[in-house]
């Protein structure tokens, strides 16, 4: 029917429409266009001061651990693993420093989960991109809640949710041959957003839950004021 969508007839599913690959593509070129777009905008009219050395230090830190936390994991029945709240170190760092510091670093992100687990085996480089790049550096969507009220669990929950996004795109046009064979067939259309929400709702759930004690959500901001707070140089004149 078109070089986006199928339309198709099966005699177990009935009529229905599908997405093709370049659908698939087409989406994901579409989303990165949008959330660039914003993030330049927003990004404008964020007075996030100079980026120093405190600064830099602190996004330093916060992406080594989310990379070591991210070694630290449970495997699921499915597959995916809920890892050590490796998401939310990359989040905090959007939050804490705006929306141009937070994509940066998840963009940096992105790459050590690629060398860490990609590297070795991939199909085609927009299923790393989908995989890896556009779905790690999601994660950077947290600096559009830069400075707001309860920015860093908004932030963090739109940042897991998007980043889903990506996975499950690259999941039905690469990975859906994988699907084992104990998944019900009935539900066959949604084994990508099952598979890929599984682990990162669980892992969003686990850290929501933990940012909601008063005493860590005491320190985690006392931590972001401490490493924000401006320096004279960083002071408008």
């Known amino acids: 029917m078109s070089y ?10 009935g009529s229905y429409y599908e997405l093709t690959k370049a659908g698939y593509i087409a989406i994901v070129i579409l989303m990165i266009l949008v959330i660039g777009i914003a993030a330049f905008m927003t990004g404008k009219k964020q007075d996030t001061g100079r980026f120093n050395a405190k600064k830099l230090t602190c996004a330093g830190i916060s992406l080594a651990l989310a990379f070591v936390t991210s ?16 998401m939310f170190f990359i989040c905090f760092v959007g939050y804490a420093f705006g929306i141009k510091v937070g994509f940066t670093t998840a963009f940096a992100y992105s790459l050590l989960q690629f060398i860490q687990t990609g590297s070795t085996y991939f199909l085609s480089p927009f299923q790393v991109c989908c995989d890896y790049f556009f779905a790690f550096t999601a994660l950077g969507i947290a600096g559009f809640w830069y ?3 309860n920015g860093l669990v908004k932030g963090y929950i739109a940042a897991a949710l998007i980043r889903g996004v990506f996975h499950t795109i690259g999941g039905y046009i690469y990975w859906m041959d994988y699907m084992p064979d104990w ?29 909601s004690i008063p005493a860590v959500r005491k320190s985690i901001e006392r931590i972001k004021n401490t490493v924000t707070v401006a320096t004279p140089v960083d002071q408008p004149t």
Do not use: C, H
């Open 4 to 13: 986006f969508i199928n339309y198709v007839n099966d005699p177990e599913w």
């Open 71 to 86: 070694y630290i994991k449970f495997e699921l029945p499915m597959g995916g693993s809920i890892t050590l709240f490796s």
């Open 147 to 149: 400075n707001k009220k």
């Open 183 to 211: 998944f019900p067939q009935s539900f066959r259309n949604v084994y990508s957003i099952a598979y890929n929400y599984s682990y990162i709702l669980s892992e969003m759930i686990i850290t929501l839950i933990v940012l």
